[in-house]
């Protein structure tokens, strides 16, 4: 440590060279510097020479290569290496750095405008400037005029950046674009805002300089001038001054600016400062060569001076003695096996040769030059001679160097005329072997000795993985190359214990991952020779991929051993399964399924929770088992016989297996948590049901079971957010205004002792009474449970709010602010009286009751007075204080009674001088200290909040502020104890630790007085793993995050900061409103509150919760699953949640039918077993718990939750994960597979059942029958579609409705049913059984407008896929199925009127041998679902959709709607008549805001409500049939549609009263409901009828322009003109009865100025845009002039001054009726 230190000081000492002095001689410096360590590491190698190695010699020349190093790499660190290395370093290894940092070799691929694409050899660890400049060598052009591009438009900035910052990976594409060149001319000016001398450029952006100038300019300015212009474009005026102030040491700026010829001759201060470099300075001949020299020494010395090595630039005398190779070259020399790290470093020369080109690629005349002259087969001796096993790191990157040259020398080889020089007159048998063996001590050498402590263990793995890489592909090529090589491989000794090493024993990814690729790609090779040539499938008789397939099944059994590495060998395993010459025999593939489920089956569970570590052994038996059945189709049946039920095991078991309460915890199913895992589960089971209709039978048979057995729930669905965080804690619901609480209780439950002992009290009386939802106390502990045990992201708090009563017997408020001190008094009272008479009745007093002294102390008598006092929480003053020491002096100081104050001494009967104070007498284990921040203003008579800043400490000690510690202090100042008394009253009454404390919770409140906002910090009791500290977490309502207690300062000290406001450059103060209101402080040691607590855990991962451990002691060989045992894992699967009650209802009673009723006896006998049961019960679980207190206070137990409360918790945590796992992406992804496994082929259309064939009835809500149905006789279509309905109904329809992918679901839905009216039939008889049930649901009642839209056209799709063939048939099954409404006779039923139908008499139904129509039986039971909607309040817009739609359909279902008169209901359903006129819930009530009311508003009320939205499809369907119908005049109307013109329909007389009522027009009017389909209807009705035009004419006029304000009269104008545009014989009429309604309208009944001047401001307008209106304000111009142009407030406004507009001059001036 003292070397580190001193190297680092040194370096850091010529890094900064600050005095002007040694400036202009940096250069010299730091080469004198650099001198100095190779001149003192000479000196030990020549004492080295003289007396031998030493210990201490070798250690100082291990410093002196450290300090270089250190050198080196702090000079990159600053970012001047790397810009000296990208600009000028050229003769680097490979381009770029060695080393630890050089980082994994990469092949990129250039691509550029004005060259083709070539490959470039580069490192990961390279920066952007290596890879311009490398570039820029290749092009010729200057790296700083590169522009570096990836994904063909994001382009790469900065240049210090590695390739490896960039997430550049081998093999990509990188585009190279030209920059524009700036063309302004270089200024002559120099200085602060012209750095460089160039012409300047926007603001921000840092122009390139130039090469002639950087040539020459020191990095160290070049740094700080970049630096200075990036703050100048910042916005900062001011230069930045170097730290280095190298101003002094660099010539001139006027020099700099000169232009390169007028320069003068370079100095040896002005060398270009790269040269300065330190590894430049090192890379100088004198130098390396003396370092190289090193690599001879012991390998500790020559690993640390490799490593030096490795940042310096290549040296070319090396180089350039193998670029220029000759036929008497001496190879042993320069490849001299004895010299390990002098052969690596020319052996990485060879490979930067290798690929030493202009684009990149390989040099093939120098490799083949190189090989023609021995240098491969000299390296392949080396590599033979080498021993196998790598005992240093040396040794393996040798290995590794060797191998790659020998393949990059073989590979791409075109003519096969290298490898076959390279390998001549090689045993490539001992080759093969001699691979073999290298990959074996690699695979198992997991840990080669290191004499360097600066090696990692991943480079070392690293390094491992690259060289079984290479030598796999080596081997690999060698087996291709020659079949004879390949049986030898066959043969070769203990390969199956080499295998298994390479892919499960081995934990460097990189080797597993090197095998998998090598032998895949060797069985895919020989199987495509094979399918080729078949003397090659001959002569090799087994394929690889069988031979290969065969050991690795042997593994099987073994891999579960390996749960973190069995990926590699599941993967290898599957792909030769799926090579197409791995043929397995029947038996094997029935015997390898067999296994595969087994090992399925006995697996334990692995996955704590979903976003846990995956389990990669049940994930590969799971895809292994999708591969062999997708290779093996024909033993899917083996999947379903006997006890191999696979779609059993592996739904209920790795799926949808839910926890119980009594079995959760790590090891609680299902075995599949995490989403890989799951989605593999679904991808076997899809791919077993694939083309095999038993499989998929019965899997859709388990998914409908599930849809029975799950409670739908609401229709918002979120699950992301919904479960509980990983750190394992739960939060609470916000009511409204009940943070308080929620920051009170967490505080609680959170002190171990507390809640532990709440938990094991017995609320008899809750029990005894089934009162539970009014006892506190077993509310508190429901409460405290859930936040143990739930898997919910948070806990409701409803339950327990009302279970707190105020003194009035009332529930809490939650939408009142309570104070949190306040509500902590308030709890612990009422739990004081429950407590009593229990065994924890002095359980508030044992953890947070303390005691105060009140003294009385006379100071002129003896007679004190004292008086205990016991508290829970403990004020103290914070005003003006700093902090809690100086409110806890102050609490203790006292005040002096005196004078007429004086206290009265009863024994002395005098008045005394007397000291009045309060202190603790007796400390609690929880210390609650309340800060108070409260007070009553006088002067303002409010509540204010005092938000000074007092700060409290983490830890505290209370000792100062007891009573004995004063009786002390006061004793002592007196000095009148004897010595004996002194001994005696000096001796503690309690030790140290009892009076420190430890700061384990903070409630903050944020805001104001009158309201803010409460929450809590709060300290784990211990920590979650053994040696860490304990954690902090915020707990504010539902939100539970980490929290750093560092910045407990500024979150809860209170006090102000200051903000600075940087545009305006001003400072201001603001309050912190956030600040401490109670503190609790622990006890530091106490067992009872800290050493009895776990920290909390989620459920599903860790056990019973924060406690970590179960209810009960059991040992942990008790909770390890049997590995080895069958069956399955104890767990209640989905098909048995039928026994949970569903949520919000009463448990109902499903045992036998009684077939008479029981008599008195036999009741009360019953109801006497019941009374005795129940108190056996109850003294079970009294009991239980007595146990369990017993165990918590020995110490046996961390967790106590009752049985009935951990039941019911987990009831409900089993329906949130059912729930949960069937919102999940993953579920829903393999529905959608399922969905398409057998998708519909049109050769094969549907038809629907006949009607008087009578099937078999099928159970449940879309159920499938508990009998398998015959593949024969099995409709896979058919089922698909009523699957995936009941899926969009019960789970799709219900979360994620706004995603694209819900309406993918509805288009696929509607596509199904176009081509299949089998399936069409069942969804109308689905969706109207049980009452309309379903259809009430999803069309009316849903309140997503997207999902009723959604099943709205679903249902439309289906009727109009049946019509065609049905539509014969309305006439007879409208008489059939058409409902009778009770007390529609007289037209005046209730609301509550049910719907019953007409039944036909057995005589009918013997002889009814027709045709049935499915559209009109539901049909005949939708519309009268009218008056359901209206007695409910829910919504109508698609109700009145569905009907429009079906009435679009064709003709002859819009005489269907005609017939049934529909406009009747609609007219009286609007207006809230006939069997719509009980009085409903006013339009402002919440649920019904959709709902349009028929209450009577004002007629100035707004035009738009809430409803419009939802009765528009009323006003289309009405509009419709309306324009479908004949008037009864003579003409064609011009309103009829095209389609009836010919043979329109006749409106039914009921309809057509209904419709006759101007009521019903006049409020469309006045509510603007799709004004232009009003429109219609009033010019349908006026045609040729001069009494409906008079009585429309006389609605505008009088009871709607006349009555309304003027702001409302746009419709009414816009219906009066269309009315005059009417052309049939009644025009004229029309026009004169409009024109003088309005003029007296005008001038009789208009009362203000507004309406006035609205009105003729209209009328005008009418006249300019009709011409006959016109005409007849011509015709009538007395009449006309007299209201329009001299009306009193016509003329008020036109004899106004014109300098003092009035208001109603301005208005018609604005509206153009006035100039």
Not at 135 to 161: C, F, H, M
Not at 367 to 381: E, P, S
Request: aromatic share 8%; net charge neutral; proline share 5%.
């Amino acid at each position: 440590d003292v070397s580190r230190m001193a190297i680092t000081r040194l370096n850091d000492l010529h890094q900064n060279v600050s005095p002007e002095s040694l400036k202009p001689r940096l250069g010299k410096v730091r080469e004198g510097y650099v001198s100095a360590c190779m001149a003192f590491l000479a000196e030990e190698v020549r004492k080295i020479g003289r007396e031998g190695p030493n210990e201490m010699s070798e250690r100082r020349i291990e410093r002196c290569i450290a300090l270089l190093k250190n050198l080196v790499e702090e000079f990159d660190a600053r970012g001047q290496a790397r810009v000296a290395a990208s600009l000028y370093g050229g003769g680097y290894l490979l381009g770029g750095r060695k080393g630890k940092d050089l980082g994994s070799p990469i092949t990129l691929h250039i691509k550029s405008e004005f060259r083709q694409m070539f490959m470039l050899q580069m490192r990961s660890n390279e920066t952007l400037a290596a890879l311009k400049r490398k570039v820029g060598e290749q092009y010729g052009k200057s790296p700083k005029i590169l522009r570096v591009l990836i994904e063909a438009t994001k382009e790469l900035r900065d240049n210090d950046k590695t390739l490896a910052d960039y997430r550049i990976t081998d093999g990509q594409v990188v585009t190279i674009k030209i920059k524009e060149l700036d063309t302004g001319k270089r200024t002559k000016e120099t200085g602060p805002n012209k750095p460089f001398g160039l012409a300047r450029k926007p603001v921000g952006v840092l122009p390139e300089p130039d090469d002639s100038i950087i040539e020459e300019t020191p990095l160290d300015s070049l740094a700080m001038e970049a630096m200075s212009m990036l703050l100048r474009g910042m916005g900062l005026k001011a230069r930045l001054t170097s730290i280095l102030n190298l101003e002094a040491g660099l010539s001139s700026r006027e020099d700099r600016d000169r232009p390169r010829s007028a320069r003068g001759p370079k100095t040896k201060s002005q060398e270009p400062q790269h040269m300065h470099h330190p590894s430049q300075i090192l890379s100088a001949p004198v130098h390396f060569d003396q370092l190289y020299s090193l690599l001879d020494f012991s390998p500790r010395l020559a690993l640390c001076c490799w490593q030096l090595m490795n940042l310096l630039p290549t040296s070319p005398k090396i180089k350039n003695q193998l670029r220029s190779i000759t036929e008497d070259v001496d190879w042993a020399a320069l490849f001299d096996a004895s010299l390990l790290f002098k052969l690596i470093y020319s052996l990485q020369v060879v490979e930067h040769l290798i690929y030493n080109t202009e684009n990149g690629d390989k040099d093939v005349e120098w490799c083949r030059k190189f090989v023609a002259l021995g240098g491969g087969q000299h390296l392949l001796k080396i590599f033979m001679s080498m021993d196998d096993k790598q005992e240093n790191l040396g040794q393996r990157q040798c290995f590794a160097a060797l191998l790659k040259i020998i393949l990059a020398l073989v590979e791409d080889n075109a003519d096969g005329q290298l490898y076959a020089e390279l390998f001549e007159g090689v045993d490539m048998q001992k080759l093969v072997d001699k691979l073999m063996g290298v990959i074996s001590a690699a695979a198992n050498n997991q840990e080669p000795s290191v004499a360097n402590d600066s090696v990692s263990p991943s480079s070392s793995a690293s390094n491992q993985g690259d060289l079984v890489q290479y030598a796999m592909n080596l081997l690999i090529a060698c087996l291709l190359s020659d079949q004879t090589l390949l049986l030898h491989f066959y043969g070769y000794k203990e390969l199956d214990e080499w295998l298994f090493g390479n892919i499960l024993k081995t934990d460097v990814e990189k080797i597993r991952e090197a095998t998998v690729d090598s032998i895949t790609r060797l069985c895919r090779r020989t199987a495509v020779q094979a399918e080729d040539d078949e003397a090659v499938a001959k002569k090799l008789g087994t394929p690889p991929s069988g031979f290969f397939l065969k050991i690795l099944l042997t593994f099987l059994k073994r891999a579960g051993q390996f749960p973190m590495t069995c990926t590699s060998y599941f993967t290898l395993t599957r792909n030769l399964l799926l090579v197409p010459s791995s043929q397995l025999e029947p038996e094997t593939q029935t015997s390898l399924l067999n296994e595969l489920i087994l090992y399925i089956n006995t697996a334990p569970v692995f996955e704590i929770s979903a976003e846990g570590d995956p389990d990669n052994y049940i994930i590969g038996l799971l895809d292994t088992t999708r591969a062999v059945l997708y290779k093996y189709s024909p033993v899917k049946p083996q999947c379903l016989t006997g006890g191999n039920n696979l779609i059993d095991l592996v739904y209920e078991t790795c799926l949808f297996a839910i926890p119980t309460a009594e079995n959760h915890g790590p090891q609680a199913p299902p075995k599949c948590k995490t989403i890989a895992a799951r989605t593999s589960a679904f991808k076997l089971l899809t791919e077993l049901a694939r083309n095999y209709q038993p499989a998929f039978q019965h899997l859709l048979q388990l998914l409908h079971t599930q849809l029975d057995n799950t409670d739908v729930g609401g229709w918002s669905y979120v699950s992301a957010h919904s479960s509980r965080a990983a750190h394992g804690y739960a939060g609470l619901q916000n009511l409204g205004a009940t943070c308080y609480m929620n920051s009170l209780l967490q505080q609680l439950y959170c002190t171990p002792r507390f809640r532990q002992g709440i938990m094991s009290v017995d609320d008899a009386k809750a029990i005894e009474d089934e009162d539970k939802a009014e006892s506190l106390l077993y509310q508190l502990q429901v409460l405290f449970g859930n936040l143990n045990q739930t898997i919910k992201r948070s806990c409701d708090t409803s339950r327990f709010c009302r279970s707190i009563k105020d003194s009035d017997g009332h529930p809490v408020n939650i939408a009142q602010q309570m104070d949190a001190n306040e509500f902590f008094n308030n709890l612990f009272a009422k739990l004081e009286e429950l407590l009593k008479g229990t065994e924890e009745e002095r359980l508030l007093q044992e953890v947070f009751g303390g005691e105060y002294c009140n003294q009385l102390i006379p100071k002129e008598c003896p007679h004190r007075s004292e008086r205990m006092e016991p508290f829970y929480t403990m004020g103290i003053e914070i005003k003006n204080k700093k902090d809690i020491t100086e409110s806890l002096k102050l609490f203790i100081t006292g005040e002096m009674l005196q004078g007429e104050n004086k206290y009265r001494c009863d024994i002395c009967d005098e008045g005394r001088v007397t000291l009045k104070r309060c202190c603790v007498s007796k400390l609690p284990k929880v210390l609650m200290l309340q800060l108070k921040r409260f007070d009553f203003n006088l002067e303002q008579m409010r509540n204010v909040k005092l938000n000074d800043r007092c700060e409290f400490p983490l830890v505290l000690n209370m000792e100062e502020y007891t009573k004995e510690y004063l009786a002390r202090q006061e004793l002592e100042a007196a000095n009148l104890r004897m010595s004996s008394d002194r001994d005696r009253n000096d001796k503690p009454l309690h030790p140290p630790e009892y009076y420190q404390y430890e700061l384990v919770g903070i409630v903050v409140h944020q805001g104001v007085a009158d309201s803010g906002h409460y929450y809590s910090f709060i300290r784990e009791r211990k920590p979650r793993t053994a040696g860490e500290e304990p954690r902090w977490f915020e707990f504010n309502d539902t939100t539970v995050a980490r929290f750093d207690p560092s910045r407990i300062n500024f979150e809860c000290f209170g006090g102000v900061e200051e903000y600075v406001d940087k545009e305006k450059g001003t400072t201001r103060t603001v309050t912190r409103t956030n600040n401490a209101y109670i503190l609790v402080y622990q006890r530091l040691g106490d067992e009872s509150t800290a050493t009895k607590e776990e920290p909390q855990r989620t459920p599903s991962e860790e056990g019973d919760g924060i406690d970590g451990s179960d209810d009960e002691s059991h040992s942990d060989d008790d909770q390890q699953p049997q590995e080895d045992s069958p069956s399955l894992t104890p767990s209640v699967s989905s098909t048995a949640l039928t026994e949970l009650p569903a949520k919000n209802k009463e448990p109902v009673y499903t045992g036998g039918k009684m077939t008479k009723s029981p008599s008195l006896t036999a009741l009360l006998f019953l109801s006497k077993l019941m009374v005795q049961n129940r108190l056996r019960q109850v003294e079970a679980d009294r009991e239980q718990r007595k146990e369990q207190r017993r165990l918590y206070l020995e110490g046996k137990l961390e967790n106590i939750v009752p049985d009935r409360i951990m039941k019911d918790i987990w009831d409900e945590n089993r329906f949130f994960l059912l729930e949960k796992y069937l919102h999940d992406d993953d579920y829903l992804t393999f529905i959608w597979d399922v969905a398409n496994l057998y998708p519909f082929s049109a050769a094969h259309p549907h038809q629907p059942p006949s009607p008087g064939k009578k099937g078999k009835k099928k159970k449940g809500d879309g159920q499938l029958p508990q009998e398998v149905v015959p593949a024969s006789a099995y409709d896979a279509n058919f089922e698909t579609i009523r699957f995936t309905t009941r899926f969009m109904t019960d789970i799709a329809s219900r979360a994620k409705t706004d995603s694209p992918m819900f309406n993918i679901w509805v288009h696929h839905l509607r596509r199904l049913y176009r081509h299949s009216p089998k399936a069409c039939v069942w969804l109308l008889r689905w969706m109207a059984k049980d009452n309309m049930r379903r259809t009430i649901t999803m069309v009316i009642s849903c309140p997503l407008e997207n999902v009723r839209k959604a099943f709205q056209t679903i249902v439309i799709n289906a009727m109009a896929t049946l019509i065609p063939n049905e539509r014969q048939n309305y006439a007879e099954a409208s008489q059939k199925y058409r409902p009778v409404l009770e007390g529609d006779s007289d037209g005046d039923s209730s609301d509550d009127d049910k719907i019953s139908k007409k039944k036909k008499s057995s005589k009918d139904n013997a002889g009814d041998k027709s045709e049935d129509s499915h559209v009109i039986r539901y049909m005949e039971n939708f519309i009268p679902l009218l008056r359901i909607i209206h007695s409910q309040g829910r919504n109508c817009s698609q109700y009145f959709y569905l009907l429009y739609e079906f009435a679009l359909i064709g003709l002859p279902e819009r005489e269907y709607i005609v017939q049934h008169e529909v406009v009747k209901e609609c007219v009286q359903f609007y207006l809230n008549q006939g069997p719509f006129s009980p009085k409903m819930p006013s339009r402002q009530g919440k649920q019904f805001t959709l709902l349009r009311t028929r209450a009577q508003s004002p007629a100035g009320a707004g035009p738009r409500s809430a409803h419009v939205g939802s009765m528009a499809g009323m006003v289309d369907l009405v509009t419709l049939v309306v324009c479908s119908c004949d008037t009864g005049k003579e003409g064609v109307p011009p309103t009829i549609l095209d389609e009836v013109k010919e043979h329109p329909f006749k409106l039914r007389r009921r309809d057509r009263e209904a419709l006759l009522d101007t009521n019903y027009l006049q409020q469309l009017v006045r509510e603007r409901l799709v004004l232009i389909k009003t429109v219609e209807i009033i010019k349908h009705w006026s045609w040729e009828n001069w009494k409906k035009s008079k009585e429309y004419i006389t609605m505008i006029c009088e009871s709607g322009i006349a009555k309304v304000d003027h702001n409302l009269y746009k419709p009414y104008f816009s219906v009066l003109v269309e009315l005059l545009y009417i052309e049939d014989s009644l025009q004229p009429r029309r026009l004169d009865l409009a024109m003088e309604g309005l003029l007296n309208v005008i001038k009789n009944t208009l009362r203000t100025k507004d309406t006035v001047l609205t009105c003729v401001k209209y009328v005008k307008k009418l006249g300019e845009r009709n011409e006959r209106v016109k005409q007849w304000l011509v015709k009538h111009k007395a009449q006309a002039s007299e209201v329009l142009d001299h009306h009193p407030f016509v003329n008020e406004v036109q004899n106004e001054k014109p300098g003092a507009p009035s208001r109603a001059a301005t208005f018609l001036k604005y509206h153009g009726i006035m100039g």
